[in-house]
T-cell receptor, first 114, second 116 residues
Framework: EAGVTQFPSHSVIEKGQTVTLRCDPI?????LYWYRRVMGKEIKFLLH????????ESGMPNNRFLAERTGGTYSTLKVQPAELEDSGVYFC????????????FGPGTRLTVT | DAKTTQPTSMDCAEGRAANLPCNHS???????VYWYRQIHSQGPQYIIH???NNETNEMASLIITEDRKSSTLILPHATLRDTAVYYC?????????????????FGGGTRVLVKP
C-alpha cells in the first residue's frame, strides 16, 4: 500500500511569488490534514478535509493560504503571495477515521522563500 | 487538548531500553495519550496510543499511570535508527465526522539520541 506522497519535496521561491504544494493521501482515506513547521517552531495544524469539505481550517494563518481538495482525492495548498515567514516544512497526513486512531504523514515539502 | 511536558533531550545506549516520560496532569477522561516520532527529514510517524491500560505493539510499550497524569513510552531495545524526536500528544478521541479531536497538537518533544 502506497503511503502519503507530497510534491515537490523542496521548493525555493522568491518573496511575492506563488507556490502550490500537492498531497496525495493513502487511497481510501477520506480525511486529509495539512500541518507545517516553520523555522524553530513546533509542528502546527493548518486544516482538515473530510472528502472535499473543509472540516476545520482553524489553523490557517491568513488568507494568503488556500487549500483545496476537489473530488475528494488529492489536495493542494497554495501560498499567494509567499512571504519570508512562510518558509518551513509542510506536512500532509491522512486517516481513515476522523477522530480515531493514527494519522499517516507524508515526507513533507520544504518551502524556502527568499 | 491537554498540555504535555517532556524532557527536552535524552541519550540512550544502543541495545538498551529507552524510557521516555511524559506528564499530562490536566488530561481529561476522554483524552487518549498518543506517541509519534519524527526521524530527521521524514514526516511524523505514529508509534502507539492508549487510554488507561498499558499497551504494547511491535514498536514500543506504553505505560500509563493509574491516575493518568503521566505516561512512559518504552523502546525495548533501542537501535541507532530510533534516533528521533518523540512527541507525546493527548487527544480527544470520539468517532464521527464532527469529532473535536481530529487535529494533533505537537509540543517540543524529546530529542532522543541512541549511541553505539
Amino acid at each position: 500500500e502506497a503511503g502519503v506522497t507530497q510534491f515537490p519535496s523542496h521548493s525555493v521561491i522568491e518573496k511575492g511569488q506563488t507556490v502550490t504544494l500537492r498531497c496525495d493521501p493513502i487511497s481510501g482515506h477520506d480525511n486529509l490534514y495539512w500541518y507545517r513547521r516553520v523555522m524553530g517552531k513546533e509542528i502546527k495544524f493548518l486544516l482538515h478535509f473530510v472528502k472535499e469539505s473543509k472540516q476545520d481550517e482553524s489553523g490557517m494563518p491568513n488568507n494568503r493560504f488556500l487549500a483545496e481538495r476537489t473530488g475528494g482525492t488529492y489536495s493542494t495548498l497554495k501560498v499567494q503571495p509567499a512571504e519570508l515567514e512562510d518558509s518551513g516544512v509542510y506536512f500532509c497526513a491522512s486517516s481513515q477515521e476522523p477522530g480515531l486512531g493514527e494519522q499517516y504523514f507524508g515526507p513533507g515539502t520544504r518551502l524556502t522563500v527568499t | 487538548d491537554a498540555k504535555t511536558t517532556q524532557p527536552t533531550s535524552m541519550d540512550c545506549a544502543e541495545g538498551r531500553a529507552a524510557n521516555l516520560p511524559c506528564n499530562h496532569s490536566t488530561i481529561s477522561g476522554n483524552e487518549y495519550v498518543y506517541w509519534y516520532r519524527q526521524i530527521h527529514s521524514q514526516g511524523p510517524q505514529y508509534i502507539i496510543h492508549g487510554l488507561k491500560n498499558n499497551e504494547t505493539n511491535e514498536m514500543a510499550s506504553l505505560i500509563i499511570t493509574e491516575d493518568r497524569k503521566s505516561s512512559t513510552l518504552i523502546l525495548p531495545h533501542a537501535t541507532l535508527r530510533d534516533t528521533a524526536v518523540y512527541y507525546c500528544i493527548v487527544r480527544v478521541e470520539t468517532p464521527g465526522i464532527k469529532a473535536a479531536g481530529n487535529k494533533l497538537t505537537f509540543g517540543g518533544g524529546t530529542r532522543v539520541l541512541v549511541k553505539p
